[in-house]
T-cell receptor, first 108, second 114 residues
Framework: TQLLEQSPQFLSIQEGENLTVYCNSSSVFSSLQWYRQEPGEGPVLLVT?????EVKKLKRLTFQFGDARKDSSLHITAAQPGDTGLYLCAGANNDMRFGAGTRLTVKP | SAVISQKPSRDICQRGTSLTIQCQVDSQVTMMFWYRQQPGQSLTLIAT?????????ESGFVIDKFPISRPNLTFSTLTVSNMSPEDSSIYLC???????????FGEGSWLTVV
């Protein structure tokens, strides 16, 4: 059983569409991180959110940390084929636990 | 931030052999971790590498199979012992710097057991 439930597991959309990925847990985390991983590479950190209710933007990506620091969302606006990849959320206390990942495919 | 280097980056190993993966961080870090990522799956924590003492293993992972060393604040090794095809995975080293909330990853070591 995953400590972090990530959904959807797979997502295939057309270029220009918007999407949201969710990461939920019953546990409280001191911080939550989102990573993106492409085939043949290690995970690359996108953002760290620390404060409940925090919203961070990275170009077309918007990250939100839930008020209770148990959940988070990643919203991508006007997705592009370059956004294709595996998106991983990870909750941190002393160590870091990962969700199952969302495999996003953006078709041109 | 921290730059984490792992080697080997890839290897093909014979069944029954053991392989040691090295992880070097470019700065002193408080905590180091080892993860496994099986094909098509997310990352699973194997253990926390403790400096100067035995690693702390997660449920399902044991020291005899995955011995870990951490002789100082910048270096750790993970050995995958008596390998079988089921051990074919990416093994990732990660580290947390100071009191920061961010954990950084190496590029991973891609092992294929034949």
């Amino acid at each position: 059983t995953q400590l972090l439930e990530q959904s959807p597991q797979f997502l295939s959309i057309q270029e220009g569409e918007n999407l949201t990925v969710y990461c939920n847990s019953s546990s409280v985390f001191s911080s939550l991180q989102w990573y993106r991983q492409e085939p043949g590479e290690g995970p690359v950190l996108l953002v760290t959110v620390v404060t409940g209710g925090e919203v961070k933007k990275l170009k077309r990506l918007t990250f939100q940390f839930g008020d209770a620091r148990k959940d988070s969302s990643l919203h991508i606006t006007a997705a592009q084929p370059g956004d294709t990849g595996l998106y991983l959320c990870a909750g941190a206390n002393n160590d870091m636990r990962f969700g199952a990942g969302t495999r996003l495919t953006v078709k041109p | 931030s921290a730059v984490i280097s792992q080697k080997p980056s890839r290897d093909i190993c014979q069944r029954g052999t053991s392989l040691t993966i090295q992880c070097q961080v470019d700065s002193q870090v408080t905590m180091m971790f080892w993860y496994r990522q099986q094909p098509g799956q997310s990352l699973t924590l194997i253990a926390t590498a403790n400096q100067g003492s035995e690693a702390t293993y997660e449920s399902g992972f044991v020291i005899d199979k995955f011995p870990i060393s951490r002789p100082n604040l910048t270096f750790s090794t993970l050995t995958v012992s008596n390998m079988s095809p089921e051990d074919s995975s990416i093994y990732l080293c990660s580290a947390r710097t100071g009191s920061g909330n961010t954990i950084y990853f190496g590029e991973g070591s891609w092992l294929t057991v034949v």
